[in-house]
C-alpha cells in the first residue's frame, strides 16, 4: 500500500515537470508574431549619432618650394629654418658682379642711342631749314631743281636716320631692362608672407635654374582636405560649419566652415573632395598634421 501511494506521488512529481518544462519551451519557441505581441520590458537604444566623420591634411594655400632663376654661385643666406619672413625680403643672393658690368656696359650703350639720336633730330631741323631756302631761291629762279631735289633728298634722309635711331634707343633699353631683370633673378626673395621651413643651400653652393634653394609656407589661413561619400552630396552646402579635431588632441574642437565642394564625384572610390576653412585662432595646429572632420549633414 505503501509503494503505490509512493509511486503515485511520483507520477504526480513527474507529470508537474513535464509541464513546466512544455511552458517553457512555448515560451522559447514563440514565433515573430507572438514575441510582437508580447510585452517588451527592455530599455529603448538611443538614436544614432547623424554625424560624419573625416579625415584630411591640414595645409595652407601658400606654399612652395623657391627655386633659382639664375645659375650662379651662392653669395648669402639671409634667412634660415624657422624664421619668418614677409613678402620680398631677401633670402639668399647669387654671385651678381658679372651682370652689374653687364648692365653697366647696357646702359652706357643707351646712352650713346640717345645722343645719337638727339645728334640726328638737330641734323634733320638743319636739312628742313636748308631744303625751305632751296624752294624759296627756286620760286625766285636763282637755284636749279637739281639743287632744290638735293635739298629735299637730305631732309627725307635725315627723318629716316631719326626712325633708326630711335630703333636703337629702344633696342638698347629693352637689353638694359632685360639685364635689370636677370640681376632681380639672382636676389631670392620670399614670394608671400609665412616661415622657412626648409633651406636647401649654403654660401658658396653652385646652383643651377630650377634648383629648390627654400622651402617657404605660410601659416594661415589653415584648411583641411577631406573626402565624403556621394551620398552626401546634395547634402552639405558651402559655407556650413563643422568641427576639427587631431588625433593627438582630439578633445580639443576648432570651429570651420567648408569653402570649396567638388563638382564631381571620383568613379574609383564613388567620393568626392571638400575643403574646410579653419575659423580663428589655431595655435594648435600646424600645416601637415591630420585633421579629424565631424560634420552633420543637413537632412
Not at 36 to 48: D, F, G, N, R, V
Request: hydrophobic content about 40%.
Amino acid at each position: 500500500m505503501k509503494k503505490w501511494k509512493m509511486l503515485s506521488m511520483t507520477l504526480v512529481f513527474s507529470s508537474f515537470l513535464l509541464v513546466l518544462a512544455c511552458g517553457r519551451s512555448e515560451q522559447e519557441t514563440l514565433t515573430p508574431e507572438a514575441s510582437a505581441k508580447a510585452p517588451e520590458h527592455t530599455a529603448e537604444l538611443p538614436s544614432p549619432d547623424p554625424a560624419y566623420l573625416a579625415s584630411g591634411p591640414i595645409v595652407v594655400e601658400n606654399q612652395v618650394d623657391v627655386s633659382a632663376q639664375h645659375a650662379g654661385v651662392v653669395a648669402s643666406v639671409g634667412m634660415d629654418v624657422g624664421q619668418p619672413v614677409r613678402k620680398g625680403v631677401l633670402l639668399a643672393s647669387l654671385d651678381d658682379r658679372q651682370l652689374v658690368a653687364e648692365r653697366e656696359a647696357a646702359e652706357a650703350k643707351l646712352h650713346s642711342a640717345e645722343a645719337n639720336l638727339k645728334d640726328w633730330e638737330a641734323e634733320t631741323g638743319v636739312a628742313d631749314a636748308d631744303y625751305k631756302r632751296a624752294l624759296a631761291m627756286h620760286d625766285a629762279g636763282i637755284n636749279t631743281q637739281e639743287e632744290l631735289d638735293h635739298a629735299h633728298y637730305r631732309l627725307v634722309g635725315s627723318q629716316y636716320e631719326i626712325e633708326k635711331a630711335k630703333q636703337d634707343v629702344k633696342n638698347a633699353d629693352a637689353s638694359l631692362r632685360a639685364l635689370d631683370l636677370e640681376l632681380q633673378k639672382t636676389h631670392i626673395v620670399a614670394p608671400f608672407d609665412g616661415v622657412v621651413a626648409r633651406r636647401y643651400v649654403r654660401v658658396g653652393q653652385t646652383v643651377a635654374i630650377g634648383d629648390r634653394l627654400f622651402w617657404v609656407t605660410a601659416l594661415q589661413p589653415l584648411i583641411v582636405k577631406f573626402t565624403l561619400p556621394a551620398k552626401l552630396m546634395n547634402q552639405i552646402k558651402r559655407g556650413e560649419q563643422l568641427e576639427i579635431s587631431t588625433p593627438d588632441n582630439p578633445s580639443t574642437l576648432h570651429q570651420a566652415r567648408i569653402v570649396q565642394i567638388s563638382p564631381v564625384v571620383d568613379p574609383a572610390s564613388e567620393s568626392f573632395e571638400a575643403v574646410a576653412e579653419i575659423i580663428g585662432p589655431a595655435s594648435d595646429l600646424r600645416p601637415g598634421m591630420t585633421g579629424n572632420v565631424r560634420l552633420a549633414p543637413t537632412r
